[in-house]
């Protein structure tokens, strides 16, 4: 049990002094019933989650946030004071209709594939590829004639554009629409801030600029939250 180990054995295991005074105020919690994780699942309210969480030392918003995304899967999880999500922000809304440019790690000289990859690692060879003949699908009968034809030959898979439309007219287009402009947000000001003229405390963006921004990804911003990361990892 971690309240009965010397803290000499947890220190030998890597754990900081610090650490140590985490780890056991935690587990005393758990002990003791301060610390309920039941009670804290049936909790609506995220900022009532992250007011219990952040009792145990050591704990502060941003862990508490981290937690309610990574471990207990709330959907609706915003950590304005992450710059990783700040960042990815930034990419986004600066933007074309595109999309933010995502490069793809290409893999070193010698790599292995992935195991998902298509390739059949005995003959070394891609599978041929699957193809689906309108004449191979289901048969029903008509409503007029009665005769039978394939079900796929009846199915318009992609919808028809509408008459005068272009795809070049929504390549390139800005995505200045969804800044929050009742914030004094423009394309202007996050330029700045991407080129270093950050607010105070060092952040690209305050609180209520990024749930301004944020708003439309409501209730699913940590999962909004998961690509605004991957913007910037990659």
């Known amino acids: 049990m971690v309240l009965r180990r010397p803290d000499a ?22 002990v003791d019933g301060r ?10 309210d995220e900022e009532a989650c992250i007011t219990e969480l952040s009792k145990v030392k050591g704990v502060g918003r941003w862990t508490s946030e981290m937690i309610l995304m990574f471990a207990v899967r709330k959907p609706d999880i915003l950590p304005c004071a992450d ?30 594939e992935p195991e998902d990859s298509a390739v ?33 030959a009846q199915t318009e ?39 270093g003229n950050k607010i105070k405390g060092g952040q690209y963006l305050s609180p209520d600029e990024m749930k301004a921004l944020a708003q439309s990804w409501s209730p699913y911003r940590s999962v909004a939250c998961m690509f605004m990361w991957a913007l910037v990892d990659t």
């Open 9 to 30: 054995d947890l220190r030998a295991a890597g754990l900081s002094f610090a650490k140590i005074k985490y780890v056991k105020d935690l587990a005393a919690r758990f």
């Open 83 to 112: 710059l990783g999500v700040q960042k990815g922000m930034l990419n986004f809304f600066l933007s074309d209709s595109q999309g933010p440019k995502i490069s793809i790690k290409k893999r070193k000289p010698g790599e292995e």
């Open 35 to 44: 610390l309920d994780i039941r009670q804290i699942l049936e909790l609506d």
């Open 120 to 152: 059949d690692k005995k003959t070394k060879k891609t599978p041929a590829k699957l193809e689906i003949k309108a004449e191979e699908g289901p048969l029903e009968p008509t409503q007029e004639k009665g005769d039978q034809v394939p079900l796929l």
């Open 157 to 195: 898979i992609m919808p028809k554009p509408e008459p005068g439309f272009k795809a070049e007219q929504e390549a390139g287009e800005s995505l200045d629409h969804l800044i929050a402009n009742e914030h004094g947000l423009s394309r202007a000001v996050l330029q700045s801030r991407v080129k």
